[in-house]
């Protein structure tokens, strides 16, 4: 990675060196933050004393000369870094956030001059295009050749559309049999774009959904519940959150409990056992659950179609249910083992 590290500096080196006055580099430098931390156009127009405006005029104007000088292949060195990045890009789907095909040229984690390094290389490379950050998408870079920034936003914003549309996460399979691309890694790169969109186990959804961006504990439970699709003891959740790849995984199993007891989407079906409440489980004792059975039944029902409907929502010891049915306030048998609501209930 050394060598690749060797070729995007001779690239940004060979790129500077076409700007003639001293002026103009140091706008460019500091602009891109080359050296350091980059800078807005009101911090270098107060160090050359001149105004915000005219130093937006001549950025503007150095990289059209810039563009110009890389299209008629004015800058040699700028041939080789286009290619390792075009290579790279290729692999990652034609398009990756800056941060991503840095890492990625680089072999590890880059600094914010080495990702603005190479933003300020594919501003004028002619076999490359740019992506500027705002609200809605992530600096990034694409090959030119399968589209320029405004078809590149406007793909990230078919597929934020779809699972809009959607009103749930959804795989790239998924979206890709919605979409007409030739690989689902395509799809997933242009996702990879959008400031409003997140994924979490390998589904996309919007970035404001606790399914794919879960921000506190609350919602971590859900993402674990959710991808286990079955119901879990409180410290189990605990111990899957402490294994998970969330940002922050450093719980305690009585800070899980606490937010599993406040939390309307969690229901406790056992001895510190939780579901979710979107499975069909419904809060309450069983004697509640019980009731609500015989409620919706048209017939008396015997002891073993009561204990196998509740266990559905509950896990408990039959036993337990057994002991329940015996409350005659609530319940009344009718014949030999069956059991109906108690007259006052009716």
Avoid: C
């Avoid at 800078?39 to 915000?52: A, D, F, N």
């Avoid at 500027?132 to 078919?158: C, F, L, P, Q």
């Amino acid at each position: 990675m050394e060598q690749n590290a060797e070729t995007l500096k001779k690239a940004i080196s060979g790129s500077l060196k076409i700007i003639e006055q001293e002026r103009e580099r140091e706008i460019i430098t500091r602009r891109f933050g080359l050296k350091g931390q980059r800078e807005t156009l009101e911090q270098i127009g107060e160090m050359l004393s001149i105004t915000r405006e005219r130093v937006r005029q001549l950025e503007k104007a150095i990289l059209i000369r810039l563009q110009i000088s890389a299209e008629e292949n004015q800058i040699p060195e700028l041939a080789a870094a286009e290619k390792l990045l075009v290579r790279n890009l290729t692999e990652m789907g034609r398009v990756a956030k800056l941060s991503s095909i840095a890492d990625k040229v680089y072999g590890r984690k880059t600094s914010s001059s080495e990702r603005m390094g190479i933003y300020f290389i594919a501003t004028f490379a002619k076999n490359l295009t740019i992506v500027e950050e705002n609200d809605k998408y992530y600096a990034a870079i694409g090959i030119a050749e399968y589209g320029n920034s405004r078809t590149i936003r406007e793909r990230v914003d078919a597929i934020v559309g779809i699972i809009k549309a959607n009103k749930q996460p959804m795989t790239i399979d998924e979206l890709d049999e919605k979409l007409d691309y030739e690989h689902p890694d395509h799809i997933k790169a242009i996702a990879s774009v959008s400031k409003l969109l997140a994924t979490l186990n390998n589904v996309w959804g919007l970035a404001k959904w606790p399914a794919v961006n879960p921000k506190n504990i609350r919602d971590k439970i859900y993402v674990i519940l959710e991808a286990k699709k079955e119901p879990m003891h409180f410290s189990d959740i605990a111990k899957a959150i402490k294994e998970s790849s969330f940002k922050r995984r450093n719980v305690t199993v009585q800070a899980i409990h606490n937010e599993l007891i406040k939390d309307s989407r969690y229901v406790l079906i056992g001895r510190g056992i939780y579901a979710l409440s979107s499975w069909g489980y419904k809060k309450g004792t069983i004697s509640d659950i019980i009731n609500s059975i015989l409620a919706k039944s048209e017939k008396p029902l015997t002891r073993e179609e009561i204990v196998k409907q509740v266990l559905k929502v509950r896990k408990v010891k039959e036993t337990t249910i057994l002991l329940n049915l015996q409350n005659k306030k609530l319940f009344k048998k009718t014949g030999k083992n069956a059991y109906t609501l108690a007259d006052i209930q009716k």
